[in-house]
């Protein structure tokens, strides 16, 4: 849906789908972006035309953070209740790495500049860098 607000003349596309609560979105320098979704799904949307081109499912367990890996826009890391961290790779549609640095709610991911290290952290506030 197409929302227009008479103050600015703007218009504001609405993206909906989600069957549960956004927890995290994550642009990417492409032409996409990622939702992380209570329901333990990933969510790849593309920009041009506006709608979802993927979807990454884990059961029993939430979605809470996504980033995407520098200087490979087509790998995208995310954060789980249970304190995995999975990274896809939206070519391929696969999942390339599983990792369980954390015991707790992954709450936050983040990947330096050169994208060779991810930091993440959990809801305790325990920080991992791998």
Not at 1 to 14: E, F, K, N, P, Y
Not at 71 to 80: D, F, I, K, L, N
């Amino acid at each position: 849906a197409v929302v227009s607000t008479q103050s600015t003349g703007t218009s504001i596309r609405l993206v909906g789908g989600h069957p549960d609560a956004v927890n995290d979105i994550a642009v990417g320098k492409g032409d996409n972006f990622v939702v992380a979704v209570e329901d333990g799904s990933l969510r790849v949307w593309n920009y041009e035309p506006l709608g979802q081109a993927l979807q990454f499912q884990v059961l029993c367990t939430p979605c809470c953070c996504a980033a995407f890996r520098p200087g490979s826009e087509h790998r995208v890391s995310a954060g789980y209740g249970d304190g995995t961290i999975r990274t896809f790779d939206l070519v391929s549609v696969s999942m390339v790495c599983k990792m369980v640095p954390h015991r707790t709610p992954i709450s936050k991911l983040a990947y330096s500049t050169n994208g060779e290290v991810l930091i993440s952290g959990d809801s305790t506030g325990l920080a991992s860098i791998i």
